[in-house]
């Protein structure tokens, strides 16, 4: 049996990505472990509530205490330093990036594993150093495009380099590499030419409802987005606006945690623009929950603002849990989102979101067409059953982890 260990700076209820992986690795066969990240106070409890239902086991890493905390900060402005001076290896870059990777690092030595993988790119060192101790393997899973997370201004020329120097070194020696989209995968055989392989974030079938939700198509529709944190420069915006230009009455469902001051921000602005009645913010909820929860709207949200590279290939957990839920989605025109629309048909809406006026007209034609509603919902929910989800999509990992066990 192979031992495999999984590494997140998150925690795990953050990343349904890394559970739905360590579900299917355990299912299979392999003896699996997680080592993943504790640091913030309101996800806890959903982390907790997560450990109940699944069978693998996890360490989770925190920042310690405050003199322990102050001693990481120090380190990395140290580090930083001497990385903007010259004197560059891997532990100088780590340090630099992120204050858990070496915590992450010696708690994924702790224990031997066959192979090593890392998701999100602070875990990416951790797990080298834990396969050089070990004598073993590591495979890295992008889900983002992280290089091209930061706008390219000179407060984070530094921060860029870092990442490139920590990518370039580790990529080309990982047993197998994977990514969220397909245009994250282009853009790392791109910028690195290394091998990668798209894994879609789809759901499993069992988190979706057991039929499509009946609506009475009238007024007012529902429009719904959810995220773990709600905050600014994620299209809500414009959503609004363009809800006060509509003729339909359409309502907007949030699900979240607010950031600070942005719930009474943009409550300010809907009731500035005549639709204060009409914005509801609901409590955050399980992942797994999500699609059960996305089935009682009409209209699913997936609105990336484009504002960086990573944002223009991201395709997001919302996508994948809506087509489960059986749920239509408007969709912002970003280069990522536009080229799966061609494969989503007509459960997919794609707009301009920054042009309130234009994603107005748009919604108004949508929900004024009941029969085409039917058609949307249908499509979705046939979508989510037979081609998006993660029963079909995790054998591309399994193979790819078993090829890479074997070589």
């Known amino acids: 049996m192979n031992k495999i260990c999984l590494v997140s700076p998150g925690h795990i209820a953050s990343n349904p990505r890394l559970v739905k992986e360590a579900n299917s690795l355990l299912q299979v066969g392999y003896e699996v472990r997680v080592v993943a990240g504790d640091t913030a106070d309101f996800v806890r409890p959903l982390d907790k509530a997560l ?17 322990a905390y102050v001693w990481h900060k120090l380190k990395q402005k140290l580090a930083r330093v001497l990385f903007q001076l010259g004197f560059r290896n891997i532990y100088i870059a780590m340090w630099a990036h992120s204050l858990i ?32 101790k070990h004598n073993a393997k590591f495979g890295f899973d992008a889900e983002d495009f992280h ?59 069992s988190e979706a409802p057991v039929k499509l939700k009946e609506f009475a198509n009238k007024e007012p529709f529902s429009l719904y987005w959810f995220s773990q944190t709600i905050g600014g ?16 009455s359409v ?46 709207y009409h209209l699913g949200l997936s609105i990336e603002p484009g504002r960086d590279t990573n944002n223009n290939v991201c395709l997001g957990n919302k996508i994948f849990t809506y087509l489960l839920a059986g749920l239509p989605i408007l969709m912002s025109d970003t280069p990522a989102q536009k080229e799966l629309s061609l494969q989503l048909g007509e459960a997919a809406l794609v707009v301009n979101i920054h042009n309130p006026k234009c994603l107005a007209l748009a919604l108004d034609i949508w929900f004024t067409d009941s029969l085409q509603l039917e058609k949307s919902r249908t499509k979705a929910w046939a979508l989510g059953r037979e081609v998006y989800n993660w029963e079909t999509e995790q054998y591309k990992l399994l193979d790819i982890v078993q090829n890479a066990l074997k070589r």
Request: aromatic share 6%; hydrophobic share 45%; charged share 20%.
């Open 51 to 67: 450990m109940l239902s699944v069978k693998w086991t996890c360490d989770r890493i925190g920042l310690g205490t405050r003199p």
């Open 251 to 296: 309502e907007l469902h949030l699900r979240g945690i607010p950031a600070t001051g942005y719930a009474d921000v943009l409550t300010q602005l809907a009731h500035e623009l005549g639709v204060g009645d009409r914005l509801h913010f609901l409590p955050s909820a399980p992942p797994a929950d999500m699609a059960q929860l996305a089935a009682c």
């Open 101 to 132: 990777s070496d915590s992450l690092a010696q708690a994924a030595i702790a224990k031997p594993a066959d192979l090593y993988i890392a998701h999100c790119l602070a875990a990416l060192p951790a797990v080298a150093i834990a396969a050089q």
């Open 233 to 248: 420069n994620r299209g809500l915006e414009s959503i609004v606006e363009a809800m006060a230009q509509m003729k339909t």
């Open 147 to 205: 290089v091209g997370e930061l706008v390219k201004i000179p407060e984070n020329n530094l921060e860029i380099v870092i990442r490139d120097y920590i990518e370039r070194t580790l990529l080309p020696q990982c047993c197998y590499l994977t990514a969220s989209s397909p245009m994250i995968a282009e853009a790392y055989r791109n910028r690195y030419g290394v091998s990668i392989e798209p894994v879609l974030n789809v759901f499993p079938l």
